[in-house]
C-alpha cells in the first residue's frame, strides 16, 4: 500500500535531548513538509523541502532542524533549543508543491 | 500574510442534520482543499477543488470554490455520528515562500448531548 508512515507514534524527550521523528514516504511525491499542531490550533509549518537536498524553514523552524538526503525520507529533529516541544507533529508529502498534500498518522511528543 | 478564517470553530450535530461549514480570505486561492481529522490521527483529503465556481461532491459532502477565489464551503447532508472530528479548510496559492498552502483553524463536529 502507498502510503506515509511516521514513527514512533509516541515519543517522550528529557531535557536537553534531541530527539528525531522519522517520516517516509513511498508515494514517489517529491515535496515533503513538517507541521506542529498544538490542541486547537490549526497546522502551523516547520519545514519543507520541494526536492531532494533542498529544503525551506517555514512559520516556525527555531529549534527543529531536517534533512532530504532521499527523496523517500524527511526526518525531523526537535532539538533541545526548542524550549516548547510538546506538541503532535504531522508530515506531509506532495507530488509537488503547489498540489493536495497527502499526511501521516502523526506522532506525539511529551516531555519527561 | 495570508490568513483563512474558518467557521464556525464548533458545532454540536444531531444524525440526520445537514451541516455547513465555510473558509473565507482577503487573498486569492488558486487551490482549494478539505480535510478531516479524526483524534490522534493525520488529516485526510476529503475533496480538492481547482476552479473558481467549481462544485464537487464526495458521498454526502459537497464543497464549493468561491466564484471570487476568495473563499470556500463544506456541506454534509445528514449526517451521521463518524462524521464527528475536525475538518479543515486549506489553500493553496502559487509562487508562495512558505509552502504553498495556508490551513484555516478547524471546524469541530461534536454529537448533540
Known amino acids: 500500500d502507498g502510503g506515509i508512515t511516521q514513527s514512533p507514534k509516541y515519543l517522550f524527550r528529557k531535557e536537553g535531548q534531541n530527539v528525531t521523528l522519522s517520516c517516509e514516504q513511498n508515494?514517489?511525491?517529491?515535496?515533503m513538509y513538517w507541521y506542529r499542531q498544538d490542541p486547537g490550533q490549526g497546522l502551523r509549518l516547520i519545514y519543507y523541502?520541494?526536492?531532494?537536498?533542498?529544503?525551506q524553514k517555514g512559520d516556525i523552524a527555531e529549534g527543529y532542524s531536517v534533512s532530504r538526503e532521499k527523496k523517500e525520507s524527511f526526518p525531523l529533529t526537535v532539538t533541545s533549543a526548542q524550549k516548547n516541544p510538546t506538541a503532535f507533529y504531522l508530515c506531509?508529502?506532495?507530488?509537488?508543491?503547489?498540489?493536495?498534500?497527502?499526511f501521516g498518522d502523526g506522532t506525539r511528543l511529551s516531555i519527561l | 500574510g495570508q490568513q483563512l478564517n474558518q467557521s464556525p470553530q464548533s458545532m454540536f450535530i444531531q444524525e440526520g442534520e445537514d451541516v455547513s461549514m465555510n473558509c473565507t480570505s482577503s487573498?486569492?486561492?488558486?487551490?482549494w482543499l478539505w480535510y478531516k481529522q479524526d483524534p490522534g490521527e493525520g488529516p485526510v483529503l476529503l475533496i480538492a477543488?481547482?476552479?473558481?465556481?467549481e462544485l464537487t461532491s464526495n458521498g454526502r459532502l459537497t464543497a464549493q470554490f468561491g466564484i471570487t477565489r476568495k473563499d470556500s464551503f463544506l456541506n454534509i447532508s445528514a449526517s451521521i455520528p463518524s462524521d464527528v472530528g475536525i475538518y479543515f479548510c486549506?489553500?493553496?496559492?502559487?509562487?508562495?515562500?512558505?509552502?504553498?498552502?495556508?490551513f484555516g483553524k478547524g471546524t469541530k463536529l461534536s454529537v448533540k448531548p
Open positions: 486549506a489553500g493553496v496559492y502559487y509562487g508562495g515562500s512558505q509552502g504553498n498552502l495556508i
Open positions: 506531509a508529502s506532495s507530488i509537488r508543491v503547489e498540489q493536495p498534500q497527502h
Open positions: 508515494l514517489n511525491h517529491d515535496a
Open positions: 487573498s486569492i486561492f488558486n487551490t
Open positions: 523541502s520541494q526536492i531532494v537536498n533542498d529544503f
Open positions: 477543488l481547482y476552479k473558481a465556481g
